[in-house]
């Protein structure tokens, strides 16, 4: 019916297309769907599709791993009949966006939230408002951010936005990457046009196998954040302690009456021994500051003083220990546990810096408690925006608006919509 009465396309499912002759000037669809995988023999399936006098061949299956993606891309790239191939769910979410890139005709969004009918499906405005999907072409170069999960990073918003604003032909891009994957995934990088990635939980130290450069702070951290690919080479950064530092130092200088207070021989103590852990006390102590590690687990906490010269106490001596800064690494009060807090309201020092490293909420419960006992608070806003903007220096070099990182992100976060 839709034939006869002249819709512009049908489409039409591999299995029953043979049977549906062609008419007039209704251009013909033939699909294949797989909610479950992606099959290894894809090349097959396309050209048996391409047997059944398609004009437009689409073929769209569930990504298990984000090299389906590559897989599907593949198909639209180097098909002479116009291919529509990507993945759903998750996974697939970046082959959707990277269609049109690989020579797809067009791709497929939903209009709203509520009418989704499919797993990994982004809204029209997403694709349009978030990704520039209309502006998206063979040369766009593409950026990044690998981890697993990787959904709620605020990267993409913070990124595109200052790719759009300087008029970049640029994209940056959530890549979900299972620690299985991930060496596959960075040999593939080139194919899918990645010149940058950010690296986060739990890629950061994983990565550093695949590099074949660090920069001074990466190797002595020997944690990654930051990649960026050049010819044959992947060179390896780290932005997290530089930023950390910068925010520190400002901190200092600012609650010193005189604002010339330094970091040296500063007394601070870290919670947490994770990788934010280990790249700020590394910072602090080539800075010269006297550093502390408590954690939950003192073997993980002492190896890692151990590694950096430093101290470490058992998680239950942290609200007696002196300091005059006080720094949360821990997940402790992040989205959406908000009424957790890894330091009790009664044990903080009015005379301490506390800054938590948490940027989802800015106020935490931890900052709202040191506020309220008339510390001097950094959030860790402050932290994200400033190691955003050397990221995007790595990638562009261009220095990108930090106010720009700053709305963004403020935006992300908060819960009226602007």
């Known amino acids: 019916t839709a034939i006869v009465d002249g819709a512009d396309y049908i489409d039409l499912e591999m ?46 299956t569930m990504a298990n791993n984000p090299m389906d993606n590559v897989k599907a891309l593949r198909l639209s790239r180097n098909s002479e009949i116009p291919t529509i191939a990507f993945c759903m769910g998750e996974m697939g979410v970046t082959s959707r966006i990277l269609a049109g890139r690989c020579g797809a005709p067009f791709t497929y969004a939903a209009f709203g939230d509520d009418r989704k009918i499919a797993p990994g499906m982004l809204t029209l405005q997403q694709l349009i408002n978030d990704y520039q999907y209309d502006s998206i072409n063979s040369n766009t170069v593409i950026l990044g951010v690998i981890g697993d999960p990787v959904a ?27 620690p299985e994957y991930l060496e596959s995934f960075i040999r593939h990088s080139s194919e899918l046009g990645i010149r940058g990635l ?14 074949t450069s660090l ?27 530089s930023a950390a530092i910068e925010v520190l130092t400002a901190a200092v200088n600012d609650h010193d009456p005189e604002h010339t207070a330094t970091l040296k021989g500063a007394k601070v103590l870290i919670l947490g021994a994770g990788g934010v852990a ?31 010269d ?9 609200a007696n220990h002196p300091h005059q800064i006080l720094i949360n690494c821990t997940p ?57 903007a050397k990221q995007f220096k790595i990638f562009t070099s261009k220095d990108p608006n930090l106010e720009t990182i700053r709305y963004e992100v403020k935006r992300a976060t908060s819960a009226a919509r602007y």
Request: with cysteine; glycine share 4%; aromatic share 10%.
């Open 152 to 178: 709620h990073s605020f990267s993409p918003r913070v990124h595109n936005a200052c790719l759009r604003e300087q008029k970049m032909d640029m994209l940056y891009l959530p890549f979900r990457v299972p």
């Open 278 to 308: 280990r790249a700020i006390a590394f910072g602090l102590k080539r800075a010269g500051a006297v550093v502390t590690l408590a954690a939950r687990d003192y073997r993980q906490s002492d190896t890692l003083a151990n590694s950096l």
């Open 332 to 388: 402790v009060g992040m989205h959406p546990k908000l009424d957790e807090t890894p330091f009790d309201s009664d044990w903080f020092n009015r005379k301490a810096i506390v800054f938590d490293t948490i940027y989802n909420p800015e106020q935490t419960l931890f900052i709202k408690q040191a506020r309220e006992a008339s510390c001097y608070t950094v959030t860790g806003v402050d932290m994200f925006v400033r190691q955003a």
């Open 215 to 241: 920069d001074d702070q990466a190797a002595g951290i020997r944690a990654v954040n930051t990649l960026l690919f050049k010819s044959s080479s992947v060179q390896g950064f780290n932005t997290d302690c």
């Open 198 to 211: 950010s690296v986060t939980i739990p890629h950061k130290e994983k990565v550093l196998k695949y590099v």
């Open 310 to 318: 430093c101290q470490s106490i058992d998680w239950t001596g942290r």
């Open 15 to 60: 299995d029953i297309a043979g049977s549906v002759p062609r008419y007039g000037d209704t251009q013909r669809i033939v699909s294949y769907h797989n909610m479950e995988e992606t099959p290894a023999n894809l090349e097959e399936i396309h050209h048996q599709i391409s047997q059944l006098d398609p004009d437009v061949i689409k073929i769209v």
